[in-house]
């Protein structure tokens, strides 16, 4: 089982804003990192750290976290943005790394 | 730029051994960590350890130990996953990932495009 939890899906209308969340008792000594997956794609590094985005992702993607929990959020949703999202930490050793199981995002 | 390039898909018979290479370009292959992720059909992502490309260290998550060997080549900067006493639970599609931090924190911030591996009698 993982070390990190997700909401299996969520879904959001387009245009509204969205929260996707992860827990795990990791999360309160390290930063989650996120990333975006489409069908029969790679993984895409979506943020990670404190709001740090690679280039090219749009800032409507934010994080923020409290206690055992990591959040990304989207504000304004796009239906670009329908896709798997994953979490990811290092593990409780700090020494390996973990994801969470993913949450399959609708925009309605 | 940044780039990951793996070797193709794979067919193996149960019991079998499987290699996936993951050659690497744009940047210095030595200066950064390599993961080895996988996902099999439907299901999500499950990391399986990382390869430090300038001394050969490597470290395997628990459930893999045993049977998973990471190597590289620097010559070629190509890394690999070696993966032995497959069973069908082992078909997956297998990813390498760079760690940008420049140890094994992540972020994961380029990805190979996957191999299909499937394990079938």
């Known amino acids: 089982s993982s070390e990190l939890t997700q909401d299996p899906a969520v879904s959001v209308a387009l245009g509204q804003t969205v929260k996707i969340t992860c827990q795990g008792d990791?999360?309160?000594?390290?930063?989650a990192t996120w990333f975006q997956q489409k069908p029969g794609q790679a993984p895409v590094l979506v943020i990670y750290g404190k709001n740090k985005r690679p280039s090219g992702i749009p800032d409507r993607f934010s994080v923020s976290s409290s206690r055992n929990t990591a959040s990304l959020t989207i504000t304004g949703a796009q239906a670009a943005d329908e896709a798997d999202y994953f979490c990811n930490s290092r593990d409780s050793t700090g020494n390996l790394q973990v994801f969470g199981g993913g949450t399959k995002l609708t925009v309605l | 730029q940044v780039q990951l390039v793996q070797s193709g898909a794979e067919v193996k018979k149960p019991g079998a051994s499987v290699r996936v290479s993951c050659k690497a370009s744009g940047y210095t292959f030595t200066d950064y960590y390599l993961h080895w992720v996988r996902q099999a059909p439907g299901q999500g992502l499950e990391w399986m350890g990382w390869?430090?490309?300038?001394?050969?260290?490597?470290n395997a998550a628990q459930i893999f130990r045993g049977r998973v060997t990471m190597t590289r080549d620097i010559s070629i900067n190509t890394a690999y996953l070696e993966l032995t006493s497959l069973t069908s639970d082992d078909t997956a599609v297998y990813f390498c990932?760079?760690?940008?931090?420049?140890?094994?924190?992540?972020?994961?911030?380029?990805w190979g495009q996957g191999t299909p591996v499937s394990v079938s009698s």
């Open positions: 990932a760079r760690d940008s931090s420049g140890f094994f924190f992540g972020p994961f911030d380029s």
């Open positions: 990791t999360l309160r000594s390290y930063d």
């Open positions: 390869i430090y490309p300038r001394s050969g260290n490597a």
